[in-house]
Structures are given as structure tokens and as C-alpha cells.
């Protein structure tokens, strides 16, 4: 189905699937009458031939004993029960799920599930047969399972066999380093891509990387949802029929219900579904291979693993205030522990302290029976999408979470059938159990904070009501504030400095105390959260709001035309991404994670990034594109502006914000827009030629939208140029892009001729496919249309916008080039200055009316950064000034001494925070800025103890990896 396609799950469509879902559909419903025990859940058998039990006796068997009978054999089909199979049908199947009947039988007889492996009918296997691959080494006695992994994906065995040797290679000799560079570095058929700098690396990196396949799932269930909400019209819920059985509500007048459910440790309870005999351990999600594997990892010899780590914890500790995460790095000293992380883990070995996201190598110190088991992710994506279908079966008022969790809101459902809304939940959870073989949790509460807070009580397999009518300022008391939606570790750190830790704490201050805080925004919500209260409605229909592609392993460059080359990759990745969301982007984020100065060269993971700073840089466009092109030439000039050595890269991303819904675009807005700027082009080779446009221009014209110089060309020859880079753009991104955006390492102003030339390729871009063929077709039409339109404009003033192409762009910053030293940048500490500060403080205590009028001797100008366009004079200041002139810093310290001294925090949080994003996106290269931003910082956290006890916490930091340690 075309949709299916489009969205990434064309595997699941079709009539022939849509029957099979149906037939195990009916035989879920048949056999809830009959069902005794739960023996077999999760568990779904096909039969192929002759069997003894016979086939029907299996089938009755699984619907008394809370199995699932395949009519057909799929993909998540947990068994094959047979008794032998032809050769020659043997070559095409998965043999690790051929067993024999008797496992039916024994499980039956011995109540419980037991191991498979004696069943297995094919072990001895020819080598020309699939293998049963063990995941372990021979030796490794830690471990006393022997437990058998279903065989790896080719590339996945690769991959980790090649890391391994690797490995195994640097550890055991450190002379063959440089092979190592060389292996890593060439791009060789026979291994997967090693490093950013191999061609399918990227390929490589996102079949592997987890948080992008959570991230894409995540963000294709948003759309999913929307798409169903489209395709649903007014069709109605006819599975709600069902539901005429269930208890009837006793509950009098309209009461809300959200419904919050989430699958029971996703990734385990997925991989289970294949390792049934693993039900009741402690068992967990890893790449990692466990074992000795874990607790004995090969180490690069030039890394040194204890000061990279003892470096992250510090960060964690003082930049982040995560103590969690810090204490999770020292964990990882010990020996040679696998930094792998747990992506999750069963409830058993949560009892035993394990949680999601701890290193492997901590978690077997813990725990050292610990069941490791590997990564489905197709078996994840098969999982969630039959949790969305069950959902919705009944209800589209869904918010998407993530792949495992979402908001359900039951107000409406539960008003109409007059049902129990927890027989209701019951009920759905059972089919979304019987359905996918796997466990879910859920909440329900009156919003969403507190379904939420129910699903954590409900966990595991279970489900509660926050009833209404329950004393909600005791229930939340105990809650920390970590745990609520928008409390972060920065924001947290901050609260708890003032002595706030949990909701209890702030349910005993006042609202204004808490805005004195985090500012008047943050302080509502949280206080309102605090007592149970949320006002957030479900977003049904989200949209998104930002688009990435990042890769933080592997990312290892010698040469600039390597960087070039991964980024013009990424570049294409992230806009087939944007793309595929159906978006254009106003704002292009470059961000580069730098190998820190006091970090060891070789990381202790494998090209891992190791210990960082991070650089990020922005272009901000006129108007909004999907075009790789612009994306990908955006992007080289950031990186070339960041004056980056290459080999000190260890990560790269790239975001893509401001985005706008592609339907949105307005066609006669830009078709004005680009002619206008054509009929100019025309009258200005009518008029000026041979002569180059003059370079008047009356104010600042932003970066993108400067044109290059006029050359002697015609609009006809633009159009054919636009029409040349249109059909290149028109090829899916996958293409290689345009070399036309070769500026990377060629001088400053080759992109503004690059990406304008004698067009703007901008405006092109961004024209919705058929507007642009249009326009390519119907140019002189066009242009008829737009001269008249143009007519009686002054010609002048259009010349006004034309400016040639910018100067080469400032140099990276050199401190000892600044016409200002650090004293400088600080407050003047003469008399007359300390005098003027006490005069303006005076007049403050006036305003505020402290002291008797007769002591003001003057009336004051208010306070600028009071005002409402106190941004528009920073940005104005930092746009302007390339060095701050101290007289400004002085000022700008004497405002900001006036808002502490007159309790203004949320005032002073927010005009830190604006001018610091400033200085970070405007002035990243000049370190005088740099300074003076964090002596005004210093300075108002001393003047905070001085006045009021307790520093502030500033959330933005300037980044600048020259002048800031
Ligand atoms: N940082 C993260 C967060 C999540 N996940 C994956 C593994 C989880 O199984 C799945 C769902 O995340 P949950 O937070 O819902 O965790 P679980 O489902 O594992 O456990 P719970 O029962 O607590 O929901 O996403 C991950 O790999 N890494
Ligand atoms: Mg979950």
C-alpha cells in the first residue's frame, strides 16, 4: 500500500498480512472461553506437517494453556513444530525454531517452559546450512548458561567480529596501532564500514545505532498517528461493539480520563518472544556479549581509560550537576568493564539493582547471572505498530510517545459506551498481550502528569487509577522533581540549591518565591504540577519541530576533504530525513563535539567520541528549504567558520529547527519574492550594464540573502542554471550532491556565488515541485507579470538591496589581537564608577520606594533591560560591536546590578540567557565577548550571595573552546 510505503512499514501491508493478523485475531477471541492456564503466553506456535500430537491437538492446547496458534508462519512466529522437514525446504528457513511436538507435551507435563534446545530437530547441521551461532567464546566460564543466540544478521556479526579483532589486535600489540589507522581508514569491501570516513559508514552506523532507531520510530509514530486521524474521516469505531460486555460505569457526572500505557521492559519482553526458557531471569538488552566479554574488554594501549572517565564524571558533575550519570562513569574504572550500555532489563534483574542504561561490565558485578540477550529491531517495529493498531482500533485521540508508550485520552470512549474505564483498560491490555506476546502497563489519572504517576505504580503488568477523589497534595508529596515532566538535572540542581527536592518542598513556599527561582514561566508549571495539577492537552497531531542526523562513533578524519565528504553524506541523510517528514527548514545547526584539550587522544571505547566540548554554529535562512544543496553548502561553511583541525573531530551533527509544513509555503509570496528579484536583475542589465550594480545599501542585509556581484548573464541564462540545479535537487537527496557547492577550503565568498550566482537558489529551492516546474516552464509568462507588477516601483530602490559579495569572513579569534584586556571587561572600579553605581542603586531604592523622596536628587531613565524590546537592543549590540566597548560592559553590569538588587531574577535569567545564545551564535569567534559575558556572570553571582544567599544557576554557558577551560 502506498502509504505503508511511504512510511516505512510497507512489510506489514497487504491483504495477505491483514488475513493473518485477522485469523490470529479470532483465534485470541475463541480462545478466551476455554483458557486454564497462562503456560504458553507469549508464545506462538506454527505446525508444519505431520505431528505427534496432531496439529489440531497443539492448536487446542494453545488456547487452553494462553498460547497462539499461526495458521501461517511468520515472521514472529516463535516455534515450528515439526517432525522432520525435506532438505530441500530446510535450505530457506530459520532451523533455530524447528522443534519437536514432545517440548509442547513435556512443557505441559512439567507446568513450566522449558529449555527448547534438546527439541531442536536440526543441530547437526550440514555447512552449507544455517549454524546455531553460540554469541560466546568456548572458554568463557562466567557464564554457565548456554544459552544459544538465534543466528546474528550478517552484518551485525560483521561488524562486532571485526571490532572484536580489532580489538583484540590493539590490545595484544601495540606496534600494529598504525595498522589499525590503515584498516580503519581504507575502504575495504571485505569489512563494514569502520570510520566516517568509508563511504557506507553512515549506512553502517544507523542500522546499529539504537537511539536512532528509537528516534525514528518514535518520530514515525507521531506521523503514523496523524495519518490515521486523516484516513479516519468519519468511519467511526466498530470495535467498540466489543466493549458492550464489559462492566458499565457507576461513576455519576463527566470525569476525565487519560490513559497513559507503556509496554513492560519493551526491548526484553520483544527479545523473550524468542527465548521463552528465559521468562523469570534476570535478562537483558545489550550489545554487549556479556560474560568475560564484558568484564574483560580489550583496551586501545595509548587510552588511558581511568582519566577519561574520571574527566566525564567530573563534567557530569560540575557542568551537568548529574550525579547520577558521574556516579554511572566511576562504576565503569573497575577492571576492564564493557562501557556497552543496558538498553533494558526484565524486572528480575531490576530487583537486583540493574537498570536501564547501566554499563554491562557494572551490571554483572552486580549480577553475575545476568542473561544478555541481542538487539531486534525489526522485531521492536513489529511490536509497536501492533500497539498503535490495537489502540486505535477503539480511540484516535492518541498523543505518541514513543515506539512503547503513549496518552490515550478515554473521556469521550468511556462517555459514550458508559463502560468502567478500567475494565476498559483491563481489556485492552489483554488483547495487546494476546497480540504481541508481550506485557504493558498502564495508567489513568485526570492529565497526564498523574496517569503517568499511575503507570509507575501499575509496572509491572499491571494497571492503576489515580482515583479522582484521592488526596492529591499527599500523593505527590513524596515525588521528587527530577521525575517531572521538564525537570531536568540543570533544573533540578538548581531547585535543590535552594533547598527544594521534592513536590513536598514546594507545595510549603509560594509561587512568587519559586518564580524568584526559575523564572515566571517554569515556576507555574512546576508549582501547578506539584499539587497534581496539569494543564497540557494531548497533542494528537504533532508536528515536527526538528530534524538531526548525528554520528558520534567512528568519526575519525585526517584530511579536510574527509570532513567534507562525511558532511556532504550527513548533509544528504538529514534531508532526505527533513524530506520524509514532509518539512522545510528555516535553521541549520551545525554541531561538532571536539576532542577536549585535557582528554586523551584514544578514547577507551573504540572511536568512540571520548571527553568533548561541543561547538555548535547556526545559519538562520530567510526562507525555508529542502533543498540538499542549500542544506549541505550551509553546512561546509559552518564547519569551515569553526576552523576545526580534523583529526581532533569525534562528532558530528546536524539539526535542522524552524521548521515549516511543506503545504504551507505560499506560492504568489514567493513567486513575488524571486521575480521581483529577476525583473531586477533585468532592469539592472538594462540600465547599468557593462557596470557593476553599485554597492549601496542603506542597512544590514543578512548573511543568505547577499548577492554576488552582477555578472554579464541574461535572465534567461538564470532560469536555464536554476532549471540545471533543479533537476539535480529534484533526484531524491540520495544523489551525490552538487559539486557546484565544492567550496569547502576555497575562499570565503565561493558560496554566496555557489548558492546565488545570478539567482537565488534559495528562493528556487524552496518552491514546491510543481510551482517550480511551473515557473520553469512559464518563465517569460512570469516575467511579463512580474515587470507589470513592478511597474511604477522605483528602480532605484530596488538597486538599494543589491550589495556585492560579503568580505572573507572574520578569522578564528586571536586573544592576543583584542584591543581590550580582561580588566577591561570588568566593571570600572574607580571611585567615580563606584560613585555612579551607588547613585544609580539610590535611585532603584527610589523606584522601589525604599527611601524618602527628598534623598533622589534626579529622576532616573528606567532600566533597559525592564523594557519590552530589551532583546532588540542586545541583539543589536552584539550584531554591531565585533569587541564590546567597556563603557557598554560597564552599563550593561550597573542594569543588571539593579535587577538583582531590586529581586528581578526571572528578568536576569532570561537576559542571560538571550545575550549568551547571542554571543554563541553571532560572536563565537571573539573571545573579548566571550569574557565579558562571563565576568557579568561572575560578577552577578557574587552579588547574588551578597544580597540574597544563593547563587543563581545560568542554563546557557558561552562555547568557545579557546577561551572558556
Ligand atoms: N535511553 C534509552 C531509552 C529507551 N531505550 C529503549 C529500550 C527500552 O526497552 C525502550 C522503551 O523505553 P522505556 O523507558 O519504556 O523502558 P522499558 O520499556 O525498557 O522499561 P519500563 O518497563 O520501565 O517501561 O526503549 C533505549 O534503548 N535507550
Ligand atoms: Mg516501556
Known sequence: MARDEHNGFGDWGGYFEAKKSKLEEQFTAASDPFRKSNLFAGI?????????????????????????????????TTFTIATNVPDVKVRNMNLSKFISAQWVVDCLENEKILDYKPYLLYTNQKTSQPRLNFGKSKNDSNNDSKLEEPPLKKSDSNLDGILKELQQAVAASPE??????????????????????????????????????????????????????????????????????????????????????????????VGLRSHPELRGLPVAVTHSKGGSAATDVPVHPQADREAELELFAQRFEHHLHDNIKADKVRSGFDKKMSLSEIASCSYEARKKGIRNGMF????????????????????????????????????????AVSCDEMFVELTDLVDDLKVDVMAFVGYLRQEVHAKTGCPCSAGVGSNKLLARMATKEAKPNGQYLLDHDQDLLAYMAPTPLESLPGVGSSMSYKLSQVGLSSCGDVQKITLEKLESVLGKKQAQTLYQNCQGVDTRPLNYEQQRKQVSAEANYGI???????????????????????????????????????????APVETSKFMGHGVCDVINKSSILKHSTDDVNVITSHVLK????????PNELRGIGIHLSKLEDVNVVRKENILKKMFVKITEKKKDQTTVEPQEVPATNSKPIPEE?????KEKTNVLSMLTAAAGRKSLNEDKVRNEPSRNYDFFGADESSLVSASAGQFDPDILAQLPDDIRREVLTFKEEYLRISENDETGRSPSKKLCTRIPSPPPLALAFSPSSSPLNESDLQPSTSKAAIARLEKRATRK?????????????????????????????LNEWVTKEEVPAPADVNLMHGQIYKLVKADKMSQIYDVMKYLCRLIN???????????????????IQKKMIELQGYNMHFTETIRCYKCVG
Open 556 to 598: 575519525r578524519f585526517s584530511k579536510p576533504i574527509e570532513v567534507e565528504n562525511f558532511l556532504r553524506q550527513l548533509g544528504a541523510e538529514v534531508t532526505t530525513r527533513l524530506i520524509d517528514a514532509k518539512r522545510r527548514t528555516k535553521s541549520i545547526n551545525l554541531k561538532v563535539m571536539v576532542r577536549a584539550a585535557e
Open 44 to 76: 506462538s506456535i506454527f505446525v508444519n506437517g505431520r505431528t505427534n500430537p496432531s496439529a489440531d491437538e497443539l492448536k487446542r492446547i494453545m488456547m487452553v494453556h494462553g498460547g497462539t496458534y499461526h495458521h501461517y508462519e511468520r515472521p514472529h
Open 845 to 873: 531604592e527610589y523606584e522601589l520606594g525604599c527611601r524618602p523622596v527628598e534623598e533622589v536628587p534626579c529622576i532616573e531613565e528606567p532600566n533597559f533591560l525592564l523594557q519590552l524590546d530589551y532583546k532588540n537592543l
Open 638 to 645: 559552518l564547519m569551515r567558520e569553526a576552523h576545526l583541525p
Open 705 to 709: 540573502t547577499k548577492v554576488k556581484p
Open 921 to 939: 551564535s553571532k560572536r563565537s569567534n571573539s573571545c573579548p565577548w566571550h569574557m565579558a559575558y562571563n565576568h557579568l556572570e561572575s560578577d
Open 360 to 399: 554491562v561490565g557494572q551490571a554483572l558485578k552486580m549480577c553475575p547471572e545476568l542473561k544478555t540477550i541481542p538487539y531486534d529491531f525489526e522485531g521492536y517495529k513489529e511490536v509497536a505498530f501492533t500497539l498503535y493498531n490495537t489502540v486505535s482500533q477503539y480511540t484516535l485521540n492518541i498523543e
Open 176 to 269: 600494529k596501532e598504525a595498522k589499525i589507522t590503515n584498516l580503519s581508514t581504507t575502504s575495504n569491501p571485505s569489512h563494514n564500514a569502520m570510520s566516517a570516513v568509508d563511504p557506507g559508514f553512515l549506512t553502517e552506523f544507523y542500522k546499529n545505532s539504537r537511539l536512532h532507531h528509537i528516534a525514528t520510530l518514535g518520530a514515525g509514530f507521531k506521523q503514523y498517528v496523524c495519518e490515521l486521524r486523516q484516513a479516519q474521516g468519519s468511519k467511526g469505531f466498530p470495535k467498540r461493539q466489543d466493549l458492550k460486555t464489559l462492566t458499565k460505569s457507576t461513576q455519576i457526572g463527566s470525569v476525565r480520563y487519560v490513559m497513559h500505557i507503556d509496554m513492560d521492559c519493551f526491548f526484553v519482553s
